[in-house]
Each structure stands twice: as structure tokens, then as C-alpha cells.
């Protein structure tokens, strides 16, 4: 099993920035991609960026030239840099990692971390 905790999240002024991390611990010498998604009240959760273990990365159009993913193979850690934030950004965000074993893929998700944007 692959444990994500996140971090990070908060308010902030439209403009602001914040920087989510998410930690993997437990079977996690088989872990592939790593990203965040995140889901705002009555809408469907949404891909915000991914990075796989090579550092190829890839993200929504609504965040591109905004936000940055990043990953520490050696820390077991993705980053998730938010810059000039909007309101539009406001939302639950979840770290999500897979591996595949024998042909399986497997997905895990954190619990989340709630970020607000808002004046």
C-alpha cells in the first residue's frame, strides 16, 4: 500500500501563491507518475498537473504559465508551486501517485488540502 499525505494548503489573496507538498510512504519503490488534482464544491475533480519519475510533466491549461509541479524521487515527495492565484483556483486539492505491478495499475489518493483564494 502507498500512503499520500498532503500539505500546504491555506488562503490567500487573489495574486498570492502557495506551495502544496505530498509525501508517499509505505510500498513506494514502484511508484510512477505522481500529480495533483482537485475538485471545487459541486464540480468534478479535475487534473491540475502530473510528473512521472523521469520529471516529464504535464498540466491543465488553466494552470499552465501559473503553477509548477516538481518531485524529490529521494524524498518520496511532489511539489506543487501556485503562483499569481485566482479565484477560480479555490478548491480541495488531492495528491494522486500509481504503479503498476504485473500489468495492474494501481492509483492512490490523499485526503486532500482545502486551498481558498479570496480577498
Known amino acids: 500500500q502507498v500512503q499520500l499525505a498532503e500539505s500546504g494548503g491555506g488562503l490567500v489573496q487573489p495574486g498570492g501563491s502557495l506551495r502544496l507538498a505530498c509525501a508517499a510512504s509505505?510500498?513506494?519503490?514502484?511508484?510512477?507518475?505522481m500529480g495533483w488534482y482537485r475538485q471545487a464544491p459541486g464540480k468534478q475533480r479535475e487534473l491540475v498537473a502530473t510528473i512521472t519519475r523521469a520529471g516529464i510533466t504535464n498540466a491543465a491549461d488553466s494552470v499552465k504559465g501559473r503553477f509548477t509541479i516538481s518531485r524529490d524521487n529521494a524524498k518520496n515527495t511532489v511539489y506543487l508551486q501556485m503562483d499569481s492565484l485566482k479565484p477560480e483556483d479555490t478548491a480541495v486539492y488531492y495528491c494522486n501517485a500509481d504503479r503498476w505491478i504485473l500489468g495492474v495499475r494501481y492509483n492512490y489518493w490523499g485526503q486532500g488540502t482545502q486551498v481558498t483564494v479570496s480577498s
Open positions: 509505505g510500498t513506494i519503490f514502484s511508484i510512477n507518475n
